[in-house]
């Protein structure tokens, strides 16, 4: 598996560079990583660069989408069953955390996870025990695991939804990787790196994207992230592989403003507005938009995460 980070994670910006140098580091010591961020981030591209330049890369990296499973299953699949020990259980499944024994465990959508698997996780997480569904006594097991949320883990804590000793258990290194729209600079640098991949993939002519292609979808917001530019490639691939693209080729979603949105520049209406409600109520909006992630938050309002720790006590915004 490969270890250079540049391979899997594309990107020239100080938002990414910073997290990437963070997991380079992390990749050497054998601790448990956390990796927040937004869907279509590349949560998972992240986890299998830490694996591939850890002292692990020799051995498997098992991945498990904790969202995925139905949850009467997702303990068996974890950890295994025994034949016999269920309804439907005619052999002997080993489970992920066996399959990756000596190497690496990536729980994807680790919030997900019901409540009555993060007990028999954490035990493995503090003493390196796993017991199959149906076995009579644990094993010990050497795996290490990084997980990843797009959820506020201490939000779910207070909801009572997530274990605290878990949650911090697992959050030994947090990594957060910044969503596209923070590092708009990258996108015609993966523009290019997955347009030249997929074309390779599919056999087919690059197309050539012109400088006014590149400024359009360099100021759209990307909701999906990484994942909706990928797609947006290929999309473009397929359809028009070997022309030339300028932005008038781009479909309609990427050039024309949602309905309803405003135009420019805020606009001070007749009536006036009411600043302090005003201000309070897009801070509310931030810390809905990064589910919950006060510095994520305060990025998208310009702010520093002390002064919006401020503004949060002034509002009595919880």
Known sequence: ?????????????????????????????????????????????????????????????????CAALPEQLIESELF????????????????????????TLFLDEIGELPLNCQAK?????????????????????????????????????????????????LNVVPLELPPLRERRGDVPVLLRHLTEALARQHGLPAPEYQPDAFQVLSRYPWPGNVRELRN????????????????????????????????????????GVHLAQLEADLIRQALEKTLGNRTRAARLLGLSRDTLQYRLKKYAIN
């Not at 938002?15 to 937004?38: F, M, P």
């Not at 295994?80 to 190497?103: C, D, E, S, V, Y």
């Open 80 to 103: 295994g069953h025994r034949r016999g020990a269920f309804t439907g259980a005619l052999t002997h499944q080993p489970g992920r955390i066996r399959a990756a024994a000596g190497g």
């Open 121 to 169: 996780l954490l035990r493995f997480l503090e003493c390196g025990e796993s017991q199959a569904v149906g076995q009579a006594a644990p094993e010990k097991l050497d795996v290490r695991v990084i997980a990843a949320t797009n959820r506020d883990l201490q939000g779910e804590v207070r909801a009572g939804r997530f274990r605290k000793d878990l949650f911090f258990r």
């Open 232 to 271: 947006l490639c290929e999309r473009m691939l397929i359809l028009l592989g070997g022309r030339t693209i300028h932005a008038t080729n781009l479909p309609k979603e990427f050039t024309e403003p949602p309905v309803n949105a405003p135009e420019g520049d805020f606009a001070l209406p007749e009536h």
């Open 1 to 65: 598996m490969t270890n250079d980070f540049d391979d899997l994670l594309i990107g020239e910006s100080p938002e990414l560079q910073a997290v990437v140098n963070a997991a380079r580091i992390v990749a050497h010591v054998d601790v448990t990583v956390l990796i927040h961020g937004e869907s279509g981030t590349g949560k998972e591209l992240m986890a299998r660069a830490i694996h591939g330049a850890s002292r692990r890369s020799h051995a498997p990296m098992a991945t498990i989408n």
